[in-house]
């Protein structure tokens, strides 16, 4: 009987171990379900920067940022660790590769580049058009009134 009770309680551990183990190796689900740890950890990489809109790709390991001057950021998890950066104009190639998804390629962060899939097209739509403003520096509402008048 002390056998068949040691030989359980053996067996009862390993499966604890290992359930505890299984989880620790997982992937993080990031943004997709806490969009609020991905303001946070922009938010420490970035102090200056305020946080328009976040839009998180499908699988949810790579967050998208509308910033307050019409920038754009990105933030992707490497396992537990993260990388943001902000996208400045004139370093990032977008494409369409179906209806929710972008190819992105970032001149300064190649690494980081690559297929991403959206929730629905308007979410993807909404990223090109944030890569799509930060291509070109914001105008001012002068520049706007002085570009149409003679010098």
Sequence with gaps: MLWTV???????????????????????EMAGENAGLAILEFGRAFPGEAIREV?????????????????????????????????????????????????????????EGGLFEFRDEKQAAEVSLWMLGSFMPGISAQDNRTAGQPT
């Design 6 to 28: 040691t030989i359980v309680c053996l067996l009862l551990a390993g499966l604890i171990f290992r359930q505890r183990f299984r989880k620790r190796n997982e992937e993080p």
């Design 55 to 111: 839009i998180t790709t499908a699988n949810g390991r790579t967050v998208f940022l509308r910033l307050h001057d019409g920038k754009a950021g990105c933030m992707h998890a490497h396992g537990h660790h993260y990388s943001c950066h902000l996208i400045e104009p004139g370093t990032v190639r977008v494409a369409g590769a179906g209806p929710k998804r972008l190819t992105i390629e970032f001149a300064n962060a190649a690494f």
